[in-house]
């Protein structure tokens, strides 16, 4: 018809505006809203929560000045700046100072992860399954997907700030500096929701997006707690990290807002970098190209434990390298913990020691019990892989080449568990490493290296919990939630002064703390069969369901 009238053939408006806009952004937000509906209110309530429980605990913990200023000086410690901050405010440390020292850290590092998880699962991991193409062939813009993510992660951080704001308030705090405190967190979580918006673009899965942005967070964690161990008020490693700067904003002590400009700064840097990549590259791939793989797969890959020990590896290097960094670093502050003793032999009291030694081996002891916790995450996260797997098919492909449900689950599992085992070894010979160079006893490495092993019964018991909740195919939030509950206990309750029964009943408080303490086996012993009935239970249900499509 246009040829007959001789007029120009229509231009296609609205798919040139699909392909290059912002179309359907608003329902891609409400859908990502509606699909976080849980998560994001659980995130904002366990925030609130341990802010709120805090509060509580800690009058009953230091009733007066005496017993806080005991508190700031242990804070005052290298060892305790490198775990918590800058250590402002440590001469009248009041429960503000200690929220801002002690606190604004972990709950930075929370909502960091909250950010990542957010955005990839909402940018790459839709590609990977397919879902975001099917969208796409819709009316919906290249820039919507990305932008509805980033939303959805801005919605989330203002929820959460909220709810810690009314956290803060509720425990007689100023408002002023509890805002700004949320504030500082949700700068912190808009960065690294930047982070993983540009790390999104770069690989080819989620996992790879969400390891190499978790890389970049544990690098600004550790940047910040050199930083802040090397000198008290912070150094300029300290300063390089986004999580420093909303520690440097001294809320409760001294209130400077202009610090949190680096981390808003950046978040909009990070997010237009973003941007510039999203179109760069096709739907489904990303920027940095998946080496080919071998024309023919080596005879370890032909077998489960081979493909489940290639499809790990990368997480487990990257765990291995975070773990034995943080560990060194920790176990170089050793002497500092002797000298403070030396210093202060108050400290015996709080620590129930007896010398500059015996602290230095209960506080040692107490670090690695804080990596075992950590492995017990990797274990949790490993074990899930196989959800993913076989959501993406893997699974029943392994399957119907003849390979057993009980196998194929139990290559994973096992994977997963010399996975723990080398974490574990790799933090205790780092730890024990660290506190050798810096004391002169060289003989700390390979104890701490065994001592790690305690650990291993109850990190199994995790992973097998996590095992089952998979092939039960129910929801992992008990599993996450029993793990995060059991950390919070065994990393605050002997300071908070809890009860004897729930530091008696708590996971991590059964294990016993060597080389500090005599070694019990039968905590073990029952923790190891714990362990091997959740495997077992796993694998009866997983044999007896039906797979994913």
Do not use: K
């Amino acid at each position: 018809m246009s040829a007959v009238t001789g007029a120009a053939p229509a231009r296609p408006v609205a798919a040139t505006r699909g392909d290059h806009g912002l179309t359907g952004t608003r329902r891609l937000v409400r859908f990502g809203l509606r699909r976080d509906r849980v998560r994001i209110p659980a995130w904002a309530l366990g925030v609130a929560g341990l802010v709120g429980y805090m509060g509580l605990a800690i009058p009953l913990a230091y009733p007066d000045a005496a017993a806080r200023q005991t508190r700031a000086a242990i804070m005052a410690d290298p060892a305790g700046a490198l775990l918590t901050g800058p250590g402002y405010g440590l001469a009248d440390y009041t429960f503000g100072a200690m929220v801002a020292n002690e606190l604004v850290g972990m709950i930075s590092v929370a909502v960091a992860l909250m950010s990542i998880f957010l955005v990839v699962r909402h940018t790459r991991a839709e590609e990977e399954t397919g879902r975001a193409e099917l969208v796409r062939a819709g009316a919906v813009g290249r820039y919507a997907p990305l932008t509805a993510a980033l939303v959805v992660a801005v919605v989330a951080n203002l929820v959460v700030a909220l709810a810690l704001v009314l956290a803060l308030s509720a425990n007689d705090l100023a408002l002023v500096d509890s805002v700004a405190v949320a504030v500082g967190v949700a700068t912190v979580g808009l960065v690294f929701t930047g982070v993983a918006a540009v790390t999104a673009q770069l690989g080819d899965h989620g996992r790879s997006a969400s390891g190499t942005a978790g890389a970049v967070l544990g690098l600004a964690y550790v940047l910040r707690g050199v930083g802040d161990a090397q000198q008290l008020g912070g150094s300029a490693s300290s300063w390089a990290s986004p999580i420093g700067w909303v520690q440097q904003t001294r809320a409760f002590v001294d209130l400077r807002w202009w610090p949190l400009l680096l981390g808003l700064g950046l978040a909009v840097l990070l997010i237009a970098v973003a941007y510039v990549l999203v179109v760069r590259r096709d739907v489904g791939s990303g920027l940095v190209a998946s080496r080919p793989g071998r024309a023919g797969a080596s005879r370890g890959l032909v077998r489960p434990v081979g493909l489940a020990l290639r499809m790990e590896r990368v997480s487990l290097v990257g765990w291995g390298v975070g773990l034995a960094v943080f560990a060194g670093l920790t176990g170089s502050m050793g002497q500092g913990v002797v000298d403070s003793f030396l210093e202060q032999p108050e400290l015996a009291q709080v620590f129930g020691t007896s010398g500059a030694q015996d602290m230095l081996l209960a506080t040692l002891a107490a670090f690695l019990g804080f990596f075992a916790m950590a492995v017990a995450v990797y274990a949790v996260i490993s074990v899930n892989h196989l959800r993913r797997d076989e959501d993406e098919g893997r699974t029943g492909m392994v399957v119907a080449c003849g390979v057993s449900r009980p196998r194929w689950l139990g290559s994973s599992l096992a994977v997963t568990a010399v996975g723990a085992v080398v974490l574990l070894v790799v933090s205790g010979l780092a730890l024990g490493l660290g506190a050798g160079l810096s004391t002169g006893r060289a003989g700390l490495a390979g104890e701490f290296a065994v001592a790690a092993l305690v650990h291993l019964p109850l990190v199994l018991c995790f992973a097998g919990l996590a095992a089952l909740a998979y092939a039960a195919r129910t929801g992992t939030w008990g599993v996450w939630l029993l793990l995060v509950a059991s950390i919070l206990v065994g990393l605050y309750g002997p300071i908070l002064n809890l009860p004897d029964v729930v530091l008696d009943a708590a996971p991590f408080g059964l294990v016993p703390a060597l080389p500090h303490e005599a070694l019990e086996l039968g905590p073990l012993v029952a923790q190891g069969a714990v362990a091997l009935a959740l495997v077992l239970l796993a694998t009866r249900a997983f044999r007896r369901r039906d797979l994913t499509g």
